[in-house]
């Protein structure tokens, strides 16, 4: 993530420092920085399960980071254009915190330095996206990037229930987040990556595949025009007798109406199953409300596909001792 998002190009609000001085002999300054490689490592976060305490642990895992990069930082400073080693290290203390940006699900949004204070009320209850990044206070500050960076962005945006046709649900579901690890010191870059990939697995979740690619494909073919055709064999016997006594005409035209509206259904089902079980999900104290509703909605299912696979069976078997 080298681009800053949009809510954090504007000015720091009253809670943040004033903008340093980006003129003078205290402006930090690597001493070679361009005949050092830079190391890099991007981690794409999905199936997660994150509460506003593990938000603020993570950000405390950050912050930790951050420590180690100052003193990087410190080592490749040249100290004769400082008054004092003291007042070096009192420059790149100002100009390295970790910034963090978030944003409510009604669009409230809050910038500060340091960690999040999720304990408070005022820490949404409904969460959008998280953004904290070691760098951006010092590009704002002083238009120059640390040595070392780690930043990242986590979107709790749930799929939408909303027919888009210019969306192509066999497209894997949209996830935004990504945290990016870069820097001049591949220990720094390695022991952060790995630290922050330790932090996540414990935070993994059991999702579905449904958010993959072409899963959808495999969920029409295999599993919804089955059941479908199942719920016709069982509960269509009026239907079919109705059909009988009309014209050849209305039952081609109720036949490609009734496909369309099948495949229309199956989509809803298909995007509300991906609503149910986001890549990313934010919880500020309990998930009893989730568990709930995705118990009512796996028991629905389930006895729709376990019934449908037992008459199966059962029709498999008799036509075969038969």
Same mark, same amino acid.
Request: charged share 20%.
């Given at each position: 993530?080298?681009?800053?998002?949009?809510?954090?190009?504007?000015?720091?609000?009253?809670?943040?420092?004033?903008?340093?001085?980006?003129?003078?002999?205290?402006?930090?300054?690597?001493?070679?920085?361009?005949?050092?490689?830079?190391?890099?490592?991007?981690?794409?976060?999905?199936?997660?399960?994150?509460?506003?305490?593990?938000?603020?642990?993570?950000?405390?895992?950050?912050?930790?980071?951050?420590?180690?990069?100052?003193?990087?930082?410190?080592?490749?400073?040249?100290?004769?254009?400082?008054?004092?080693?003291?007042?070096?290290?009192?420059?790149?203390?100002?100009?390295?915190?970790?910034?963090?940006?978030?944003?409510? &699900?009604?669009?409230?949004?809050?910038?500060?330095?340091?960690?999040?204070?999720?304990?408070?009320?005022?820490?949404?209850?409904?969460?959008?996206?998280?953004?904290?990044?070691?760098?951006?206070?010092?590009?704002?500050?002083?238009?120059?990037?640390?040595?070392?960076?780690?930043?990242?962005?986590?979107?709790?945006? @749930?799929?939408? *229930?909303?027919?888009? *046709?210019?969306?192509?649900?066999?497209?894997?579901?949209?996830?935004?987040?990504?945290?990016?690890?870069?820097?001049?010191?591949?220990?720094?870059?390695?022991?952060?990556?790995?630290?922050?990939?330790?932090?996540?697995?414990?935070?993994?979740?059991?999702?579905?595949?449904?958010?993959?690619?072409?899963?959808?494909?495999?969920?029409?073919?295999?599993?919804?025009?089955?059941?479908?055709?199942?719920?016709?064999? @069982?509960?269509?016997?009026?239907?079919?007798?109705? *059909?009988?006594?009309?014209?050849?005409?209305?039952?081609?035209?109720?036949?490609?109406?009734?496909?369309?509206?099948?495949?229309?259904?199956?989509?809803?089902?298909?995007?509300?199953?991906?609503?149910?079980?986001?890549?990313?999900?934010?919880?500020?104290?309990?998930?009893?409300? &989730?568990?709930?509703?995705?118990?009512?909605?796996?028991?629905?299912?389930?006895?729709?596909?376990?019934? &449908? &696979?037992?008459?199966?069976?059962?029709?498999? *078997?008799?036509?075969?001792?038969?």
């Amino acid at each position: 993530m080298t681009d800053t998002p949009e809510n954090l190009r504007t000015d720091a609000p009253g809670n943040l420092p004033e903008a340093i001085d980006a003129q003078g002999p205290q402006q930090v300054q690597p001493t070679d920085p361009v005949r050092v490689p830079l190391y890099r490592r991007d981690l794409f976060p999905t199936n997660l399960v994150l509460s506003a305490e593990d938000l603020k642990e993570f950000c405390e895992l950050l912050s930790e980071a951050n420590e180690k990069a100052k003193q990087l930082e410190y080592g490749k400073l040249d100290l004769s254009k400082f008054e004092s080693p003291e007042q070096a290290q009192q420059r790149v203390n100002e100009v390295m915190p970790v910034e963090y940006n978030y944003t409510a &699900a009604n669009g409230d949004s809050v910038q500060g330095l340091g960690i999040p204070k999720t304990d408070e009320r005022a820490f949404p209850d409904e969460l959008k996206s998280v953004f904290a990044s070691n760098a951006s206070f010092a590009e704002r500050s002083i238009n120059l990037r640390p040595l070392n960076t780690v930043e990242m962005f986590l979107g709790f945006d @749930k799929p939408s *229930l909303k027919f888009d *046709l210019q969306t192509l649900p066999s497209n894997p579901t949209e996830n935004r987040s990504v945290i990016n690890v870069a820097g001049r010191d591949e220990d720094w870059v390695i022991s952060t990556a790995q630290k922050i990939e330790d932090f996540l697995r414990k935070r993994k979740a059991v999702r579905p595949i449904i958010h993959g690619s072409g899963t959808y494909d495999y969920f029409i073919y295999l599993l919804f025009l089955p059941a479908t055709i199942w719920l016709f064999y @069982k509960q269509g016997s009026g239907l079919a007798t109705w *059909l009988d006594s009309q014209s050849v005409f209305l039952n081609v035209v109720f036949g490609v109406y009734a496909i369309l509206l099948t495949l229309l259904l199956a989509r809803f089902v298909f995007q509300y199953v991906r609503w149910l079980f986001p890549p990313m999900e934010y919880y500020k104290r309990s998930r009893l409300g &989730a568990f709930i509703h995705r118990g009512v909605a796996a028991t629905v299912g389930s006895a729709v596909v376990l019934g &449908a &696979a037992y008459d199966l069976i059962k029709a498999t *078997l008799l036509s075969l001792l038969g």
